[in-house]
């Protein structure tokens, strides 16, 4: 019974922990929304990972469904980190890549780790 509800709050409190640790903005993340981003994006892979398992029971599928969301996520807002900063801040659609790819980063770090960690 307690893996039910550590799951989910472990699944929320890591990412944004490591977060207000620091590592988002380490690994790129811009200072004005680093926490803020990872804040937005955990609540929602955690409602979506929970969602899929009710879907797709497989623990492991959909594990690795959200590692590799995780990949995308974070390699998406790397492409539009690279790119924003190469235009000197002139490319409005390689911002919003590199902020909406940290919350999706955020997303689909909760959902692999509420994923990982499901009964």
Do not use: C, E
């Not at 609540?43 to 599928?61: C, E, H, Q, S, Y």
């Amino acid at each position: 019974m307690t893996r039910f509800i550590l799951a989910p709050i472990i699944a929320f409190a890591l990412p944004v922990l490591l977060a207000m640790l620091g590592l988002s903005n380490a690994l790129g993340a811009h200072i004005w929304w680093d926490k803020t981003s990872i804040l937005i994006g955990a609540p929602i892979g955690l409602l979506a990972a929970f969602l899929l398992t009710l879907v797709w029971p497989n623990k492991v599928k959909t594990t690795l469904l959200w590692i590799l969301f995780l990949i995308g996520a974070f390699a998406l807002a790397k492409y539009g980190q690279t790119t924003f900063a190469n235009s000197y801040g002139d490319d409005q659609l390689a911002g919003k890549l590199w902020y909406f790819g940290w919350i999706a980063t955020g997303a689909g770090a909760a959902g692999a780790i509420y994923s990982a960690l499901r009964a």
